[in-house]
């Protein structure tokens, strides 16, 4: 129970990736930590892109980032809702600017990207939004998992292994 104590937010709407979503879930908990699912209306029932649903703990504007110590933002087209709420943003700059771990995997970066936290970051994403991170002032490297400080960015499911192995180990220290 590597991670016991630790609380994580885990941003979900509608489409997310499926397996990008759980598997993180389902390792910290493993780890022992409380992950909480944060959506735009708290009870919502949120189906991913293959049809697996995730129920929203609590709404954005319900939650608190300071009270975490960490927040993963999960792939698919979700992250082209999340980046939409100010609250996500917020919650994200906060996790920025003050260290704490953020996993975003394949096209979480857009999240990242509004949130405008990336310059000179190094962070690997799916190819597809590349130039996205680039533009936002992130070297991209074409890795399945790239760590930068606080940051741990992944590409893709097949990835999904490496990424959660370095964002336990980031989170630990933290």
Known sequence: MRLKGKKVLSLVHHD???L???YPILRLREEGAIVELVGEKAGETYI???GVPADADYAFGDVNAEDY???LVPGGWAPDKLRRFPEVIEMVQHMENNKKPIGQICHAGW???????LEGK????????KDDMENAGA????EPVVVDGHLVSSRRPPDLPDYM???VAVLEKK
């Open 69 to 71: 110590d960490a927040i």
């Open 48 to 50: 991913g892109k293959y």
């Open 20 to 22: 990008e979503l759980w």
């Open 139 to 142: 070297t991209w490297i074409d």
């Open 165 to 167: 192995r370095e964002f």
């Open 122 to 129: 190094k962070v690997t994403s799916t190819p597809g939004i």
């Open 16 to 18: 997310f990736e499926d």
């Open 111 to 117: 999240v990242l990207v509004s949130a405008k936290v």
